[in-house]
């Protein structure tokens, strides 16, 4: 079965980055988009970023643009989210997704000083 597990989250303060992990099982990864989504308090899920089973193309949210990078290891069934900058409106649980019906668990963070 499809398995999505998250890692790299956790508090930063403004300014400061962190790269998220997600690694996968169950179906061919270097066949898949990969997408990171995120959820904040009492706010929507919402796309962040995707990128194409090579890596060669990826699309992000305009909130993010600049500041974050995805990228993925074919190799090691990974896909990555770089974030630089943060900001304390990027406090969310990060998810990543696949055939746009599986989801990680998630993991949170939390920009604060």
């Known amino acids: 079965q499809v398995q999505l597990v998250e890692s790299g989250g956790g508090l930063v303060q403004p300014g400061g980055s962190l790269r998220l992990s997600c690694t996968a099982s169950g179906f061919t990864f270097s066949s898949a988009p990969m997408y990171w989504y995120r959820q904040g308090p009492g706010k929507e899920r919402e796309l962040v970023a995707h990128i194409s089973t090579t890596g060669r193309f990826t699309n992000y949210q305009d909130s993010v643009k600049g500041r974050f990078t995805i990228s993925r290891d074919n190799a090691k069934n990974t896909v990555y989210l770089q974030m630089n900058s943060l900001k304390p409106e990027d406090t969310a649980v990060y998810y990543c997704?696949?055939?746009?019906?599986?989801w990680g668990q998630g993991t949170q963070v939390t920009v604060s000083s």
């Open positions: 997704n696949v055939f746009s019906t599986h």
